[in-house]
């Protein structure tokens, strides 16, 4: 498959634990195929790093989402945050562990 088969242009994708090793890989090629992407980690730092790379890399829009997922009621409300600040959100990607 080369990048021209999958267009994801105007679609959003969410990654959990995207700030460093496959995550990142992951919202990278979300990002290199046209989307909108959310980059999350429980460290602000490391998605905002992530979030310059990937807007460098692939000239994407590219947020960052802070929650410790370990935490009850983490998941819902970085959905919910994610719902509020894209509108819809098309994919997610559960990476974080």
């Known amino acids: ?4 088969d999958l267009d994801l242009s105007g679609r959003t994708a969410l990654v ?3 700030s460093r ?3 990142q890989a992951i919202a990278g090629l979300f990002a290199q195929y046209g ?3 959310g980059i999350h980690s429980s460290d602000a730092d490391e998605a905002a790093q992530t979030a310059v790379a990937v807007e460098k890399a692939c000239g994407r829009r590219v947020e960052c989402f ?3 997922l ?3 009621g983490a998941g819902r409300d970085l959905a919910r945050a994610a719902i509020a600040r894209f509108g ?4 997610v ?3 974080a562990s």
């Open 70 to 72: 370990s935490e009850a």
């Open 1 to 4: 498959m080369t990048r021209n």
């Open 16 to 18: 959990t634990g995207s």
């Open 21 to 23: 090793g496959i995550g």
């Open 35 to 37: 989307a909108t992407v």
């Open 66 to 68: 802070v929650a410790d």
């Open 93 to 95: 990607v559960v990476n």
């Open 88 to 91: 819809a959100v098309d994919m």
